[in-house]
């Protein structure tokens, strides 16, 4: 996901709020990354003293102050949005510009490296011809190929092959009497897989 300048402001509390607003345009003003500001940096710099004009009357309780306050910080945070928006839009994705805006920036995210599957067990299932493959949920993976092969395909690398969202699965229909190697691959983000080691057993 991108990287972007982040619009919400109400974990701010009013004082925060007001401090947030004076570094963003201080930040702005003649930030050579963002030369032409919808809206102008002045227009936003108007609405962050109107702000604080009307947050410093409002402090002494005067109903009609706090009226006042909270629709100037309704209209500072509109403001706010505009010019998050464009920042956006024209830093497309580029971290460090967006970090030179005042704003709070979103958290880069990290893919996660999906591991080895571990634990693999399989033991024979309620019906005849049925195995049972399982493996530790693998921190990441978005899903599980199950597979199987008997003695002859393992040699050449056959596997028959199921996906599936889970980390245990049901082979059905197998031959009885006759060995089956298993194994689980754990595939993540960015196509990674990681196979377990495999594992045989006789089908009852």
């Not at 002045?42 to 306050?69: E, P």
């Not at 599936?164 to 006759?178: D, H, N, R």
Request: net charge neutral; hydrophobic share 40%.
């Amino acid at each position: 996901m991108q990287s972007k300048v982040l619009i919400n402001f109400v974990r701010f509390n009013d004082a925060g709020f007001e401090a947030k607003s004076h570094t963003i345009v201080e930040h702005m003003t003649g930030n050579a990354n963002f030369p032409t500001p919808v809206p102008a940096i002045t227009v936003v710099a108007d609405g962050s003293d109107a702000y604080t004009t009307a947050l410093i009357a409002a402090s002494t309780g005067n109903r009609a102050d706090i009226a006042v306050k909270n629709q100037a910080r309704q209209d500072l945070e509109e403001l706010l949005r505009l010019l998050a928006s464009y920042i956006n839009f024209t830093a497309d994705g580029d971290r460090s510009k967006l970090l030179t805006t005042g704003y709070d920036v979103s958290k880069e995210k990290t893919p996660v490296i999906i591991t080895k599957p571990e634990n693999i067990t399989v033991t024979n299932g309620m019906n005849a011809g049925d195995l049972v493959v399982s493996v530790n949920a693998v921190k990441g993976a978005r899903s599980y190929v199950h597979e199987y092969a008997t003695e002859a395909d393992f040699a050449a690398g056959n596997w028959q092959s199921v996906t599936a969202s889970q980390s245990k699965y049901v082979f059905t229909g197998l031959e009885t009497g006759k060995k089956y190697y298993c194994r689980v691959a754990a595939v993540g983000a960015r196509d990674q897989v990681v196979y377990s080691d495999p594992m045989a057993r006789i089908v009852l």
